[in-house]
């Protein structure tokens, strides 16, 4: 049973970065894209960033493109997500998923596995 742990969130500045990582259990880590989504309350989740199982092809959804980056390490098992100029409109949880392939979607149904999330608080 393949499982997610976020861990990297935090209380940051306006202005300020975090980096998060997601380690998964499981040997075929390598084998499947990855993706962070984050929820804030009353809003529906968000795909901020997704990447393909290599890493040679990325996502980013526009409110986060050049300002967050999506990266992995198959050795490591591990995707991280570094944020930075964060914004408070950027807290959220955020979680990450493992995608049904290897190619990236930008569909939460094409995600099968889900860590539990990890809290990101920006303040003004």
């Known amino acids: 049973q393949v499982q997610l742990v976020e861990s990297g969130g935090g209380l940051v500045q306006a202005g300020g970065s975090l980096r998060l990582s997601c380690a998964a259990s499981g040997r075929t880590f390598s084998a499947y894209a990855m993706g962070w989504f984050r929820q804030a309350p009353g809003k529906e989740r968000e795909l901020v960033a997704a990447?393909?199982?290599?890493?040679?092809?990325?996502y980013y959804s526009a409110s986060v493109k050049g300002r967050f980056t999506i990266s992995r390490d198959n050795a490591k098992n591990t995707v991280y997500l570094q944020m930075n100029s964060l914004k408070p409109e950027d807290t959220a949880v955020y979680a990450c998923?493992?995608?049904?392939?290897?190619?990236?979607?930008?569909?939460?149904?094409?995600?099968?596995?889900w860590g539990q999330g990890t809290q990101v608080t920006v303040s003004s």
């Open positions: 990447i393909s199982w290599g890493g040679g092809t990325t």
């Open positions: 998923a493992r995608a049904l392939a290897g190619a990236v979607s930008t569909r939460a149904q094409q995600y099968d596995r």
